[in-house]
């Protein structure tokens, strides 16, 4: 492998989390159904759907909680085509993993073989709930970023209950990893600027290897400097919030239509 493509491909990377991230962003800021729901209630409802699926034991119920995932995705104005992707790249490859055992190791009524392995059909219907748990508290994760600023989000869960300083840690997590990626391409288009022709592959890990080294002496030394930096402008330990906002008409019916469907999926099924 040359240096050039090794190079090349983590700049690409580096880039195109950044561009995934702040098309985000873009996301959030759309006039669509989730947007215009208070993030609290927001987050109150699509938790209460997350925590159904994961408890139900019906796979019908699961398959209609993902399909209104994907109905609220496109009232939301999100692009069905990435919403499915940034769902179904994470699923094979993590649930694969746990899911195509049990096709095998669940004891039950036999359905085949494979390599000489027993399918059961218990196994299957196990392999089936994992998956479609996983993909649908996915799309509801997935569904909860989208249409909610980094900002408002941590507010939200401010606002329930949860511990100041929990905040602060995700919120300078989110702030300052842009930093470091972004240094991070620094250091690899300068390497590329200086580098012609091939190197070996022990010479690209090494290079790898001493920029991971720098970069966590960077990242502590930022945190260092940074965090002096709030003490010096008063930083108590705590975090500053603007006046809770009323809820509107569109809140309170959000939550009542998360309430009615609940209901209406536990008498169901």
Known sequence: MSVSSFLDRNLREGTAWIER?????????????????????????????????????????????????????????????????????????FTAAIALPALFLTPGERLGSLGGLTITHQGVWGAIFLISRVATAISISTLLVLTTKWHRLLLALRALRVPSSVIIVLTMCYRYIFVLVRLFNDFLLARKSRVIGRMPWRENVRFLARTAGIMLVRSLRLADDVYLAMLARGFDGEIDLPARQPLRRIDYGWLAAILVLIGALIWKG
């Open 21 to 93: 991230t702040l098309a985000a962003e873009a996301v959030a800021a759309r006039a669509g159904l989730l947007q215009a729901i208070d993030p609290r209630v927001k987050l109150i409802g699509l938790l209460a759907l997350l925590v159904f699926s994961l408890l139900s034991r019906n796979i019908w119920v699961i398959a209609s909680v993902y399909g209104l995932s994907l109905l609220l995705a496109v009232a939301s104005r999100i692009s069905i085509t990435a919403f499915l992707r940034r769902v179904w790249l994470f699923v094979p490859v």
